[in-house]
């Protein structure tokens, strides 16, 4: 009886009141409370804990997988953490890819926030493990779709237009998947005939499809179990592409350039964010981040805007990048409240963007970033990526060789927090020895003690020419290239300095301004 009434409970005021009222009871509402009442009285009589408060009934929530580089997949599952408190379930699937669950509103903020996802998908169905659900050629795609999936909530049932679609098809442990299955093209073609089928069934004609913009951007994820496959099928947050571009990068791009997900994983990694939390709750506390080869910029630019607390979304906006200012989550016919809560959760970016960037641009100098560059083409295409995004004139840019930089008026209660990704071979084709000679000069000679370092290496005995002891390593994979995330500690011990007449036929010091940093920027 107890936990019977226990259960009850748990139901809203409302669900009770339209159950009396369905079996002809009058002054339901009333009713319901006397319900409630009893249900409580018996529940205290029973020695259950607080029942002082009726539940609100929880906001559904859905199944997620986002998707990154490998070896990010931690560092994204502690990004997500931070975002919304509506998350929760937060698994690692493999070193790229992290599960969770969200509510509608802590997916958007997701979809806003994350700087380290590539892609943001929401499951629609998946086929069971058990060995004899597993799918062996296009008519079993036919059953699967049409035995799990309700067009009618994914694409609508006409009123109002049909919903546009695209789908693609990603293949895993392709080698056991059955022949039929094992064309990425002519699955997503099945998939597509399959919906299209269902579609004309249910009111005789066919959705479109759109490959550029679509209301509904269908990934089918298929992975191959002995000769078998397995099938989940998601829906993308966002238009095709991946979240990873930010949209300051405009026109020519540097051919090693950075992707910025990976820049913000590392970041994030390294340590970056707490540095800036503390700063904000320290008005004593002040850090100088520097690149001494910067490229085109993407650690430094990813790092300020991360400081600004300017999101990813709302970079995208404001670069125009298309179809940001209505994603397709917001056209879904199954949650009209998407708009409403997409712009709410612009508009609270908005204001935090505001915030950080005012703290930035203050003249208590608690933050400063520093970029150099000793091709000036990449110089250019930094203050360019900077310039779009609205945050040319927080960095200082220079451009001369590393090894003679040089830290003016070293600040000693600034703590320096250098990030660089050194040329290591492959990523160019440049000879790789004099570069590494410059950042050992740099790190051992001229950053104060205490200094953190990171550097981002691909080549083992370049890495061994700093003669720096480790303190961490983080495995990271890029296309083929198998990378590591190394963080030094810099010591007291310091070589003796070039002569100064030496040092005035090289380059000026690296607190030089940009070339462009008095201009006025668009934030």
Request: charged content about 25%.
């Amino acid at each position: 009886m107890v936990r019977c009434l226990r259960i009850s409970l748990f139901l809203p005021i409302w669900t009770i009141s339209s159950f009396l009222s369905s079996k002809g009871v009058k002054g339901y509402s009333i009713a319901a409370r006397s319900v409630l009442h009893t249900c409580k009285s018996c529940l205290r009589a029973a020695s259950f804990d607080d029942v002082s408060e009726v539940p609100t009934p929880s906001t559904p929530s859905s199944t997620y997988l986002a998707t990154c580089i490998p070896g990010l997949s931690p560092c994204l599952a502690r990004e997500l953490e931070d975002i919304h408190p509506d998350i929760a379930d937060i698994e690692l699937s493999g070193n790229a890819a992290v599960t969770f669950t969200a509510t509608r509103e802590a997916s958007l903020n997701v979809l806003c926030w994350t700087r380290i996802a590539h892609r943001l998908l929401e499951l629609v169905a998946a086929s069971s493990s058990d060995p004899r659900d597993q799918l062996y050629d296009r008519n079993d795609i036919h059953k699967f779709i049409s035995q799990e999936i309700e067009v009618r909530d994914l694409l609508g049932d006409g009123k109002g237009g049909l919903l546009t679609m695209s789908v693609k098809t990603i293949l895993n442990n392709s080698k056991q998947l059955p022949k039929d299955l094992s064309h990425s093209h002519y699955t997503a073609l099945s998939i597509k005939n399959a919906l299209c089928d269902a579609v004309r069934d249910m009111r005789g004609d066919r959705p479109s499809v759109d490959i550029d913009n679509p209301d509904v951007p269908l990934v089918a994820m298929l992975r191959g179990i002995d000769g078998g496959a397995s099938i989940s099928l998601y829906r993308s947050l966002h238009s095709p592409g991946s979240l990873h571009k930010r949209g300051y990068r405009q026109g020519a791009i540097h051919k090693a350039a950075m992707k910025e997900s990976l820049a913000a994983g590392l970041l994030i990694e390294a340590g970056w964010k707490e540095r800036v939390d503390i700063a904000r709750n320290d008005e004593n506390s002040k850090v100088c981040l520097v690149d001494p080869m910067a490229g085109s910029g993407s650690l430094v630019i990813e790092a300020t805007m991360m400081a600004a607390d300017i999101s990813p979304g709302l970079m995208r906006m404001r670069c125009q990048i298309p179809g940001q200012n209505l994603p397709p989550v917001t056209r879904w016919k199954s949650d009209e409240d998407a708009i409403k809560l997409w712009k709410e959760v612009l508009l609270d970016a908005s204001r935090r963007a505001k915030d950080g960037l005012a703290w930035v641009r203050s003249d208590k100098g608690q933050l400063t970033f520093r970029a150099n560059d000793i091709h000036s083409g990449a110089v250019d295409l930094l203050e360019d990526s900077a310039d779009a995004a609205g945050l040319l004139h927080v960095i200082d840019v220079s451009n001369m060789d590393c090894s003679d930089l040089t830290i003016d008026e070293i600040d000693k209660d600034a703590s320096y927090f250098v990030v660089t990704n050194p040329p290591w071979g492959v990523r160019l084709t440049e000879d790789i020895a004099s570069s590494w000679d410059g950042l050992r000069h740099f790190l051992r000679d001229v950053c104060p003690d205490k200094t953190e370092a990171w550097v981002l290496s691909g080549h083992k005995s370049a890495t061994a020419s700093l003669k720096l002891k480790r303190d961490r390593m983080v495995p990271v994979q890029t296309g083929d290239q198998n990378l590591r995330w190394i963080q030094y500690t810099i010591g007291g011990q310091k070589k003796e300095k070039k002569d100064s007449k030496d040092s005035k036929t090289r380059s000026k010091s690296i607190s030089a301004p940009s070339r462009r940093s008095e201009q006025e920027d668009s934030w």
